[in-house]
């Protein structure tokens, strides 16, 4: 039995290919957008924006690496390369996947550490800092990714075959061990981290507020910034999470029950559903940030040719102002966006 040969129908197998077309390109643009925008404002950015630069990397480096041999293998109804490329493309997977995972968590907890004044215009977390998370989610993420290769746990072909992944089905008992230790670290502890990082802006937003309410000039446009902000990031975790438990559930499934009970279909659907996950950030992006839609407007027409209108003026909390209180308000706001990347 060929264990790269396609298990669904080549009408299903086209539909596939297409699918992925779509998402590696809106992936791609997306995410390229997001790091444009990072590298324009370069010299504005505080230390904590880095992380979400960093989260537009890896899954741009997912789309690169994996989406274009997936969709040759669904065009041509076969696995292609053979077992090398099945090893590679299943480290690259893992590798990316828990890169984000951890990214997300970092992300969450500094933004939790940034709301503990949202008043103070000090700065909470450095360069340095942020620059050692970085290094840690990439090792991390590779450490991880190199252990079914050093021997606990393995990379196999997916049951629909036009995919390679960690073999689930094939660590019953040998590789129990791995997927208890990958699903504790690298899904339940970060999303318990994650929901209690929120839970706590959350509550210091409101006691925030309530102290300041007094100051009604000044108290609103902070809390509305920073409560955008929030349900950005908060939008950003739910859509990684939200793509990816369904696969993790029916991975699961592989290990503790018979995989064979599980359709090639059936298995398709949520291994297709978790790529699409690179796609959600730069979109969630787009819609609830008014900075960045401008700027990728901005960035449209020049690449059109056709410049920007007179009077068009990209709004943006960094520009300085003669008066002193808008400054003081400006160095505040500054602070409170010091963890997403052109949002506001």
């Not at 009077?311 to 400054?327: D, F, H, L, P, Q």
Request: net charge positive; glycine share 6%.
């Amino acid at each position: 039995m060929d264990i790269y040969a396609s298990a669904l129908p080549p009408a299903v197998d086209i539909g596939t290919g297409c699918y992925l077309l779509v998402i590696a390109v809106l992936s791609i643009v997306g995410n390229l957008l997001v790091i444009i925008m990072a590298v324009t404002k370069s010299s504005k950015m505080k230390p904590p924006e880095l992380l979400c630069v960093n989260l537009a990397v890896t899954d741009l480096g997912a789309s690169v690496t994996m989406y274009p041999l997936a969709m040759a293998a669904a065009w041509s109804h076969h696995w292609i390369g053979g077992d090398a490329t099945c090893v590679l493309y299943g480290l690259a997977g893992f590798f990316f996947g828990v890169a984000s995972i951890m990214n997300l968590t970092l992300l969450a907890v500094v933004r939790f550490i940034v709301s503990l004044n949202l008043q103070s215009p000090n700065e909470k977390i450095s360069w340095r800092t942020v620059k050692i998370m970085c290094v840690w989610i990439w090792l991390y993420g590779l450490i991880w990714a190199l252990f079914p290769i050093l021997g606990w746990g393995r990379y196999g072909p997916e049951p629909f075959g036009l995919s390679c992944s960690l073999a689930w089905a094939q660590m019953k008992h040998e590789g129990f061990s791995f997927v208890l230790t990958m699903f504790s670290l690298n899904l339940v502890a970060p999303s318990i981290v994650i929901c209690g990082c929120y839970f706590g802006i959350a509550i210091n937003l409101y006691v925030t507020y309530k102290k300041t309410m007094n100051n009604a000039n000044h108290v609103p446009n902070i809390i509305k910034l920073h409560r955008r902000l929030l349900i950005i990031a908060v939008l950003i975790t739910v859509g990684f999470i939200g793509c990816w438990s369904p696969y993790g559930m029916v991975s699961l499934w592989s290990v503790l029950q018979d995989s064979s009970s599980i359709s090639p279909k059936v298995s398709l659907l949520p291994c297709m559903f978790a790529k699409s996950s690179t796609v959600y950030n730069p979109l969630i992006y787009y819609i609830f940030s008014q900075n960045f839609k401008a700027e990728v407007r901005k960035l449209w027409r020049r690449w059109l040719g056709t410049g920007i209108p007179d009077g068009t003026r990209v709004s943006s909390i960094y520009m300085a102002n003669s008066e002193a209180k808008t400054r003081e308000m400006t160095q505040t706001l500054q602070e409170m966006e010091s963890s997403a990347v052109i949002l506001g």
